[in-house]
């Protein structure tokens, strides 16, 4: 019974993951995107050439050079306040990476520990949009991870299999709480974003709004029509749309 429940707490957390994945990358760019209905902040060459390095070499797998330059992002005061505002969450990617390459259990445990605090860092600053997405996501897989971590643990000789099995089971109901959401009715308000799921239906109700808001609403039928027949309609004259309105109004669909 109690290898069942860790079985289920398993792959529950992975099937989580994965629909919360599938609905981001469908909303758009996982990775720390910004939210494409708010307005787009200039930023420097220098934070460009920075992310963009940041993202090839965690493309590549170099978790070690990443946390390098991460340190130095942290450091230099002409770095912009966006780009430092990412470091908590990149530093817990770049450390969870650092992790699969340790052999010592106890030396896991502390990368685990740093990775989750900064992850934890991160969210306390209430990120939105696909960033609220990324950041839970992340947290979620973390803690999947540090379930299994325990699992690898009990299956070696000599060790206490119960104990490391109970020690796994709060990761795994960790990783469930940060991924899914309370079940809601139809249209209902999310007053705090606590989990990957409402930031995600979060950020569909925005792009809908958005929407809505640049297409206009649809002709109301003419209510002072008499009655046995129907009125004239009124001429509904079309809003013309600026060709930024327009440019916006395209990403948020391509989001959809």
Same mark, same amino acid.
């Given at each position: 019974?109690?290898?069942h429940?860790?079985t289920?707490r398993?792959? $529950?957390?992975?099937?989580l993951?994965?629909? #919360?994945a599938?609905?981001s990358?469908?909303i ?9 209905? !708010? ?20 493309e @590549?797998?170099?978790?070690? #050079?990443?946390l390098?330059?991460?340190? *130095? #992002?942290?450091d230099?005061?002409?770095?912009s ?7 908590p969450?990149r @530093? ?6 650092t ?6 259990? &106890?030396? @896991? ?5 740093? !990775?989750? %605090? ?14 609220? $997405? +990324? ?12 379930? *299994? ?11 206490? !299999? ?6 796994? =089971? /709060?990761?795994?109901d960790g990783?469930i709480?940060?991924?899914?959401g /309370?079940?809601? %009715? /139809?249209g209902?308000e $999310? ?6 799921e409402?930031? #995600?239906?979060?950020? =569909?109700r925005?792009v809908? +709004?958005?929407?809505?808001? =640049? ?12 009655k ?5 309609p009124?001429k509904?004259? /079309? %809003?013309?749309k600026?060709? !930024?309105v327009?440019? &916006? ?8």
């Amino acid at each position: 019974m109690f290898l069942h429940s860790i079985t289920i707490r398993t792959r $529950i957390g992975c099937t989580l993951v994965s629909a #919360v994945a599938i609905a981001s990358f469908a909303i758009g760019n996982f990775v720390l995107a910004e939210d494409p209905a !708010a307005p787009q902040a200039k930023e420097s060459t220098e934070d460009l050439t920075t992310r963009r390095l940041l993202d090839a070499l965690e493309e @590549r797998q170099m978790p070690d #050079v990443s946390l390098w330059v991460l340190k *130095r #992002v942290e450091d230099d005061q002409s770095s912009s306040k966006t780009l430092k505002n990412e470091v908590p969450f990149r @530093r817990a990617t770049s450390l969870v990476g650092t992790s699969r390459m340790e052999s010592d259990s &106890k030396k @896991r445990t502390l990368i685990f520990n740093q !990775a989750e %605090k900064e992850i934890d860092r991160f969210l306390q600053e209430k990120p939105t949009g696909n960033q609220a $997405i +990324a950041a839970y996501t992340q947290k979620g897989n973390l803690l999947i991870e540090r379930g *299994r971590a325990k699992v690898e643990q009990s299956r070696r000789p000599g060790e206490d !299999a119960k104990t490391f099995l109970a020690e796994s =089971l /709060p990761f795994f109901d960790g990783a469930i709480k940060s991924l899914e959401g /309370p079940k809601r %009715k /139809p249209g209902e308000e $999310i007053v705090s974003v606590e989990n990957a799921e409402d930031a #995600v239906l979060e950020t =569909l109700r925005k792009v809908d +709004a958005e929407l809505k808001e =640049l297409q206009g609403d649809e002709p109301k039928p003419n209510e002072d029509a008499p009655k046995g027949g129907p009125g004239k309609p009124k001429k509904v004259i /079309p %809003k013309r749309k600026s060709s !930024a309105v327009t440019k &916006k109004m395209e990403q948020l669909e391509e989001q959809q």
